[in-house]
């Protein structure tokens, strides 16, 4: 497959499978979370669990994508271990996005200008 730095609209990420830098599956993702300025997407919320009941914020700066399977460069135990908003259904507030950086010793308002993928 060809290679780009293409990550695709927002909707194309729902359902992909993501691993994390050790390639284990952490789970699929479920929502997109958007950059508020830029409109590209930052954030998604990966279920996890047998049933699939749990749900955790995951950047995506540093993101790679390839066909149906996006890799994070976190293990699949910080992901699971990340603070989860309690009240995030469709916006993260700054507080909660600044938890989230933090936690993930990223810089504030790292929002990815493309994640590099494949082109399908």
Same mark, same amino acid.
């Given at each position: 497959? *060809?290679?780009?730095? @293409?990550? %695709?609209? +927002?909707?194309?990420? #729902?359902?992909?499978?993501? /691993? $994390? #830098?050790? %390639? ?5 993702? $479920? ?15 990966? @279920? ?13 700066? %540093?993101?790679?994508?390839? %066909?149906?399977?996006?890799?994070? +460069? ?8 990340? +603070?989860?908003?309690? $009240? ?5 507030? *700054? ?5 989230? /950086?933090?936690? /993930? ?12 993928? #494949?082109?399908?």
């Amino acid at each position: 497959m *060809a290679k780009s730095k @293409r990550l %695709g609209a +927002p909707g194309e990420l #729902d359902g992909l499978d993501v /691993y $994390d #830098d050790g %390639g284990e599956k952490i789970g699929g993702v $479920d929502e997109v979370y958007l950059d508020d300025r830029t409109g590209r997407p930052e954030w998604v919320t990966v @279920r996890t669990g047998l049933l699939g009941l749990r749900e955790h914020f995951v950047p995506l700066a %540093g993101a790679v994508r390839e %066909g149906r399977r996006i890799t994070v +460069p976190w293990p699949k135990e910080r992901v699971r271990d990340a +603070p989860r908003p309690g $009240d995030a259904e469709d916006h993260i507030d *700054a507080a909660q996005e600044s938890a989230l /950086y933090a936690y /993930y010793g990223l810089p504030e308002d790292t929002v990815p200008e493309e994640i590099e993928g #494949d082109e399908e």
